[in-house]
């Protein structure tokens, strides 16, 4: 069996970044499962259907990656498409008590599933999928933040066209 590897996320919607880290994962493993997953704490724009589609758009191009979304406990999601790895982005230093607590909490409810840590590209340190909600909402161009299919999802949940 092939190494396999989930990349989880709100992706509310995806950028650039997650992009980034989406292709550099699937340069290591052999299948990458992105995996839309509730965070208790934010309030979505997209629903997890546009989600998916947005996500399944722009991954198109990347043969051994599958998007998926699941309603419940990361580790239990990996384990039930035989995922022992785990891959999430770092942008800055920022970043880390926020990874730290996730990974010791997965650790703790399925020690064998591994997390491993992608480094954004520099360009993309900035950005999150808050930040470009913001910039859109007020008509800010975004093309170099988001792929094509979300620039115009954003623009039409915004009511910009
Ligand atoms: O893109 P995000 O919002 O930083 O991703 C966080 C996410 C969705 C990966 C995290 O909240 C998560 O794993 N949610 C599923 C529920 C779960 O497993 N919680 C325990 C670990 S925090």
Sequence with gaps: MGKIAVCPGSFDPITYGHLDIIQRGAKVFDEVYVCVLNNSSKKPLFTVEERVQLIEEVTKPIPNV????????LVDY???????????GLRAVSDFEYEMQITSVNRVLNEDIET??????????????????????????????????????????????
């Design 78 to 88: 990996a384990k039930s498409v035989n995922a022992n790895a785990i891959i999430r």
């Design 116 to 161: 491993f840590f992608v480094m954004t590209n520099n360009q993309y340190s900035f950005l999150s999928s808050s930040i470009v909600k913001e910039v859109a909402k007020y008509n800010g161009n975004i093309s170099e933040l988001v792929p094509k299919p979300v620039e115009e999802a954003l623009k039409k949940k915004f009511s910009l066209d």
């Design 66 to 73: 599958k998007v998926d979304t699941f309603q419940g406990l």
